[in-house]
């Protein structure tokens, strides 16, 4: 049976993460938001699970996951869960705890990256915490980025099996995730994060060897890939860099 | 041997959800920055696992568990790795799963209830960034603790297995979380918590419940339980609850 991925439908957000590990496998799934409501898709079918009355386990908030009988939320619970069914996990539990580790922590920066347009509250719009958001946005800029990339040109540095890959000698989800969360701070901040790139040459190259995956170069190109825009979790305001 | 746990000596912080669990299990383990320098402990012991020198697999930051070889950081994979083997997880594998995705969203509640005395940045002093915390904790107060509570709630009454415990019929490492961040919003921002409670009142039971517990009651009459403070997570300032 399919997998169902419930995310909203018209931005790359935290669903992408998902998203980029079901084509990176081939996976049969269904972006369920994007269907049709005649076909009991689309944002009803998503906001009933939130609602509580689908299931006796409701997720916080999308991304989740339904396989069947189970209902899975918290993107990186959903990358643990889908890992090593899409063959994009380590093997060993050790290893699969590490690549977890980093999953939540870049999880974390992208919590950080939304916080940079959103300071004050998720219920004010971005125009009513503008200037609240240009000092979190100068913080992010200056600090975030820096250590949170360089923790992850830190840890490929140090993977006894190369530097290719943050986890053991093969692609796992978090290369994934990490190319993403790239992707998305290049959108946000390109000034800041071409200068931290920089800084971190394996992680710079980790993101060009994921884009060139045949399966993730296709995805890319083809429609099925959402634009960055100002609407999701990564949001590029010029005032915000300057 | 002991399981060695790695946090700042003189808070409750995040660290607080992983001595909460070693504490109900009666482990044995050692704090190890609150230790003597002398014993190759205090806090340059956790520095060095920071600065990467220690490991090939460096946490971003504290806390971390060391247990053997392995090192795990990320309160929530912590709590994950620790749970079977204190008998504070469910058995089910579906079931560990859904306590870990309770526990990641304690942990974004514990990020959140951060932010709102840090909306600008970790690197700058509350002082420098108080009127952005006000408008934030405002929203924290009045939006983000209803959903959070109320999601906790939800889940309580939705349990199959009945309103005691979050999952399952027994305690687990979540239920001690929850304790927990109850704790620390009724220290941080006593009114609105209490308010919110009154409307969850299944949660309220579950954190008396917890309370009671004898090895976690004698651990919050002990000096071993640090106190809240300005210095932790969850902060109590008076002017961001007016």
């Given at each position: 049976m399919a997998y169902e991925l419930y995310y909203w439908p018209t931005i790359q957000g935290r669903g992408e993460f998902v998203r980029l590990a079901l084509q990176q496998a081939g996976a049969d799934y269904v972006d369920i938001a994007r269907g049709h409501e005649d076909d009991g898709q689309g944002v009803p079918a998503l906001t009933a699970y939130l609602e509580g009355g689908a299931t006796t386990r409701p997720p916080f908030a999308p991304p989740f996951l339904k396989d069947g009988d189970v209902v899975v939320g918290q993107t990186a619970a959903i990358l643990l869960y889908l890992g090593p069914k899409l063959k994009l996990a380590p093997k060993a539990e050790a290893d699969r705890l590490w690549a977890h580790q980093i999953q939540m922590t870049i999880a974390d920066l992208t919590a950080e990256a939304h916080d940079s347009h959103h300071p004050v509250g998720l219920a004010l719009y971005y125009e009513d915490q503008?200037?609240?958001?240009?000092?979190?946005?100068?913080?992010?800029?200056?600090?975030?980025?820096?250590?949170?990339?360089?923790?992850?040109?830190?840890?490929?540095?140090?993977?006894?099996?190369?530097?290719?890959?943050?986890?053991?000698?093969?692609?796992?989800?978090?290369?994934?995730?990490?190319?993403?969360?790239?992707?998305?701070?290049?959108?946000?901040?390109?000034?800041?994060?071409?200068k931290t790139l920089k800084e971190t040459p394996k992680l710079a190259a980790l993101a060009v060897r994921v884009a060139d995956q045949p399966r993730i170069k296709a995805y890319l190109e083809s429609d099925r890939r959402l634009p960055f825009s100002e609407e999701g979790v990564f949001r590029r305001y010029e005032e915000l860099e300057s």
């Amino acid at each position: 049976m399919a997998y169902e991925l419930y995310y909203w439908p018209t931005i790359q957000g935290r669903g992408e993460f998902v998203r980029l590990a079901l084509q990176q496998a081939g996976a049969d799934y269904v972006d369920i938001a994007r269907g049709h409501e005649d076909d009991g898709q689309g944002v009803p079918a998503l906001t009933a699970y939130l609602e509580g009355g689908a299931t006796t386990r409701p997720p916080f908030a999308p991304p989740f996951l339904k396989d069947g009988d189970v209902v899975v939320g918290q993107t990186a619970a959903i990358l643990l869960y889908l890992g090593p069914k899409l063959k994009l996990a380590p093997k060993a539990e050790a290893d699969r705890l590490w690549a977890h580790q980093i999953q939540m922590t870049i999880a974390d920066l992208t919590a950080e990256a939304h916080d940079s347009h959103h300071p004050v509250g998720l219920a004010l719009y971005y125009e009513d915490q503008k200037k609240e958001a240009k000092r979190r946005s100068k913080e992010f800029r200056k600090q975030r980025i820096p250590k949170f990339l360089g923790w992850l040109e830190t840890i490929l540095s140090a993977n006894p099996a190369g530097d290719q890959w943050l986890v053991g000698d093969k692609l796992t989800y978090v290369d994934l995730s990490a190319f993403q969360v790239v992707q998305g701070l290049l959108y946000a901040f390109p000034k800041a994060t071409k200068k931290t790139l920089k800084e971190t040459p394996k992680l710079a190259a980790l993101a060009v060897r994921v884009a060139d995956q045949p399966r993730i170069k296709a995805y890319l190109e083809s429609d099925r890939r959402l634009p960055f825009s100002e609407e999701g979790v990564f949001r590029r305001y010029e005032e915000l860099e300057s």
